[in-house]
């Protein structure tokens, strides 16, 4: 069964090719413009990895992220911050809200694809 990766950015200029690379490397990929409507397909659709933007309309990512680790049943899935906001203080804020990594914009795509085909093959160890 493919892994399913949740893209949570309000930019289609990111999330368009983020989903075309996703597909591409065999993911199955759905994503949310908001946080609120991220929350909701995590709650039905389940998603391995969510890669979750920081500055959103309404809910921010730091929310979002908060509320994920809140929930045990959400407790398996895999969270990247992919941001613009670079600052030491932003990156441990997201690690401190329990975030799996935290990749700054603009990203090279290989790293951001290398980085979860590593934090999915832990699950299987």
Avoid: H
Avoid at 21 to 50: C, F, H, R
Avoid at 51 to 71: F, S, W
């Amino acid at each position: 069964m493919k892994k399913r990766i949740l893209i949570v950015d309000d930019e289609p200029n990111i999330v368009v090719p983020l989903e075309f690379l996703m597909k591409q490397n065999n993911y199955d990929v759905q994503s949310a413009d908001t946080g609120e409507k991220a929350l909701d397909l995590i709650a039905t659709w389940e998603p391995d990895l969510i890669l979750l933007d920081i500055m959103l309309p309404g809910m921010d990512g730091y929310e979002v992220c908060q509320k994920i680790r809140q929930e045990k049943e959400f407790s398996n899935i895999r969270i990247i911050f992919l941001s613009a906001m670079a600052r030491s203080i932003d990156i441990a804020k997201g690690m401190g809200l329990a975030a799996d990594d935290y990749i700054t914009k603009p990203f090279a795509t290989d790293y951001v694809v290398k980085t979860i085909k590593e934090l999915l093959a832990e699950d299987k160890q």
